[in-house]
């Protein structure tokens, strides 16, 4: 048996292939968008792509299992596990729909179906074992279930798709889901969806597996027997869920558009921004922070590419309806822009611009330091608006400082003052740029980034009070 393991940074998001050397079939679970990957694999291996499957509905970026079984002539499985509301759309004859206790072969290797709700309903693992071996599994692919020292999520049916009174529900699924693997072996190989950085849980582990018998020392999921006790830990403290995750739940349900389908954007040029920026059609400047800073064009919003997930910042403001635009940090990036972009279903791209687009005597962005905003809150009493997410703001932050997550920032637009001095902050002044040309955009002009993170602010601040 061979396992490969893909791994896309900017998401956090894993997916597999599974290969059996005797037969040259492989499986590929939980592919990217992008799956030309996978089929340069598995011929790298000299093995033929055969079987793929999904172990949900994912929320976070746009799955390749369709695309990549049309591609390949490969069995596609899916989960027919979940209720009504939760079934592929797409699923025809020639997708295989499992559920509990269901399995198939990938040549000598097993592929044994458990039912494991919580996530979202429809939930699956896959056992996997090596028949030319052993009898027994050697591991189990377990998807946005269980994850390294944490589990899935149960409220993103209700914080992203908008579905009402179902996240305590899949908080006990949940619960269900975590005793009933607790009785598995100890040895199997923990093979998750997604590591550190991914929103589909509050505290991923950044290796890429672990071991069941790990976990069930380790996890705190799994140290909780009380079930009320349980939901009570699993629903508290859960980031924020990004806007583009309701998206997504939608696009894979329905089917995604193959890539191959998709035209590519033009590059365009000054006159074309003019009017983009005039008709308020979105534009991501995505040249890093100084360079937006020392000039940038007006009403465009700063998302540097050289941030380790930049499109899930773009998945917050993005609107599907619309097309959007972006500026280029260099024309050689752009095939990676673009495949960030898509791979979290932005396929509407109207154009784009080389940096070169942006002047010296464009608009700026002022910078502020630690030190500078000590001095300011005595003066100019500054707005203070702290972006990070709920847990980091309750851990610390400066005195008097409001919170408003990055991505709820365009709900409060209305309570933000238009006379006053608004400083943005965050853990490393990244986040509160993107907030800064975010409040820029419409139209707060008294607006600056605190370019400084809380060991700086904190040191300043205390110092300057005592």
């Known amino acids: 048996m061979l396992l490969k393991y893909f791994y896309d940074k900017k998401l956090a998001q894993a997916s597999y292939m599974v290969g059996c050397a005797a037969t040259g079939e492989a499986l590929i679970v939980d592919p990217a968008r992008d799956i030309a990957q996978y089929i340069e694999a598995a011929e790298a ?88 071996a052993a009898d027994e599994p050697i591991g189990v692919f377990t998807g946005d279930f269980l994850f390294v020292g944490d589990i899935g999520r149960p409220d993103l049916l209700e914080e992203a798709a908008g579905i009402a009174g179902t996240k305590e529900a899949g908080a006990r699924l949940q619960f269900e889901s975590v005793q009933r693997i607790k009785a598995l072996p100890d040895y199997l190989q923990v093979w998750p969806g997604h590591g550190a950085g991914s929103a589909c849980g509050k505290a991923l582990g950044a290796i890429p597996s672990t071991t069941l018998g790990y976990e069930k020392r380790f996890n705190p999921a799994f140290q909780i027997d009380d079930e009320d006790s349980f939901v009570e830990w699993l629903l508290e403290g859960q980031p924020e869920a990004p806007r583009y995750f309701a998206q997504m739940k939608k696009v894979n349900k329905l089917g995604p558009a193959p890539l191959s389908e998709l035209t590519a954007p033009r590059q365009l040029d000054r006159a074309a921004l003019d009017t983009v920026l005039a008709s308020d059609e979105l534009v991501i400047d995505m040249r890093d922070m100084e360079a937006f800073a020392a000039s940038h064009r007006p009403k ?13 910042y773009v998945g917050w403001f993005v609107d599907y309806e619309r097309p959007l635009y972006f500026i280029a940090p260099g024309l050689p990036q752009v095939d990676e822009i673009l495949g960030a972009l898509r791979a979290i279903g932005v396929d509407n791209v109207g154009g784009y611009w080389a940096p070169e687009v942006v002047g010296d005597a464009d608009a700026r962005l002022h910078l502020m330091t630690a030190q500078e905003l000590s001095q300011r809150i005595g003066t100019d009493n500054p707005v203070i608006i702290d972006v990070r997410g709920r847990s980091e703001f309750t851990s610390r932050h400066i005195v008097g400082a409001t919170n408003i997550p990055l991505g709820y920032l365009p709900r409060h637009l209305n309570q933000l003052p238009r006379d006053r001095m608004i400083v943005m902050n965050c853990a490393s002044g990244f986040r509160s740029q993107i907030g800064a040309s975010l409040l820029r955009r419409y139209g707060f002009e008294n607006v600056t980034n605190l370019n400084a993170g809380p060991e700086e602010w904190e040191s300043i601040l205390q110092t300057s009070a005592s």
């Open 45 to 132: 291996e000299g093995l033929r792509i055969t079987h793929v499957t999904e172990t949900h509905i994912h929320a976070d970026f746009v799955s390749g299992s369709r695309e990549l079984a049309a591609a390949t002539g490969a069995t596609l499985y899916l989960s027919d596990a979940g209720d009504a509301d939760w079934k592929y759309a797409f699923a025809d004859e020639n997708a295989g729909l499992v559920g509990e206790g269901d399995t198939w072969m990938v040549g000598n290797v097993r592929v044994d179906v458990l039912h494991t709700p919580g996530h979202t309903p429809e939930h699956l693992a896959f056992l996997i074992t090596d028949t030319a």
């Open 300 to 312: 465009t919003v700063n998302i540097p590419v050289n941030s380790g997930g930049f499109n899930t």
